[in-house]
């Protein structure tokens, strides 16, 4: 057997490699180490431990790939859900940006490590906005709430979706009359209806105010103006009776309602006139009336005369002529006929009655005049 000799080295405090040394998580380390008295150089690799996230995200599925609602509160729905299993709950936010043309609900859910890949839904209500807007688009943004969620759901970007609302507004106005009717008399009486518009402006809407004839109805206001602050309050307009003095029976007169388009929103532009029948009652009867001179009429046979008066009680459209007659031309003579026309209805005209003599001693006699109006000249 060979022989040699042993000599045992012993390292010193400062040559033993430390703990950290040993754990470093660099990739390779060459460690010293003793093994039987010999002194060996082990290489021992070291491999870093990293977490690294599967894929943390989240999945929106839209019900029909779209989301619409319309302003009459239709509603559309999406769903949320988990693509990976969370450690602790993972909070959204479902905001809307206060759009004035959606409502959410909810809008946060929460999805824990037992519900994750559960899809939860969202539920989007159409807003009624009272604007002539047409169809809108607003987003919806879904996001991770970090503070009270998942640590490896932090960077996860946010979500959006795109909703259209359909606008269910339409430019035009109301007229409700206050009895289902609007009626006048030639008295003076008045009716009312009011206006208001059907959806709101975002200018001025201006409504003229018109009668078709003044000779028998007049309206007051004869404009009407309304803002984007009013629109929905209903305005009212006065239709008040005119005397005419004709003997036409009862009329018909025709109000219209425009919008004004020189100084109105262009959206009311294309609304439609309407109108308003008033029927204006006639106070005006056909008829004339007599006035004796001194409350009688008296003549003598000596051809002195006496006086009365004629008038017509209401205008023609067309002459009226009157006969005149006396019952005895042989004790009184009469003029034959008056003749009225629209223009001097209202003026009175002269009979003069004179007294004839008769060589009769038949004493005082009264004879009757009649005054008919002449149907086939009037």
Known sequence: MKRFNFVKTLRRKSQVASTEEVNSGCPKYWKKVFVFGFLA?????????AVFA????FTISESSGTTSV??????????????VQPTTDVTFSISDGSSDETSISPTTVTFTNSNWDTPQTVTVTGSDDNLIDGSQTSTI?????????????????DQTISVTTT?????????AESSSSTEIAETGSTDTFTVVLDAQPATDVVIDVTSGDTGEATVSPSTLTFTSANWDIAQTVTVTGVNDDLVDGTQTTTITLTVNDGSSDDDFDGVADQTVSATTTDDDTAGFTVAESSGST???????????TVVLDAEPTSD??????????????VTSSLTFTSANWDTAQTVTVTGVDDDLVDGTQTTTITLTVNDGSS
């Open 41 to 49: 150089v082990i290489p021992v690799l070291f491999t870093q431990k």
């Open 54 to 57: 599967e894929g943390e995200a």
């Open 70 to 83: 319309d302003e009459s509160g239709t509603s559309d729905t999406f769903t949320i859900v988990l693509d």
């Open 141 to 157: 943004t879904i996001s991770v709430v970090d503070e009270i969620s998942d640590d490896a759901y932090d960077s996860v970007a």
């Open 167 to 175: 606008d269910d507004d339409v430019a035009g106005f109301s007229v």
């Open 298 to 308: 008296g003549v003598a046979e000596t051809g002195s005369t006496d006086t009365f």
């Open 320 to 333: 009226v002529v009157i006969s005149v007659t006396s019952a005895d031309t042989g004790e009184a003579t």
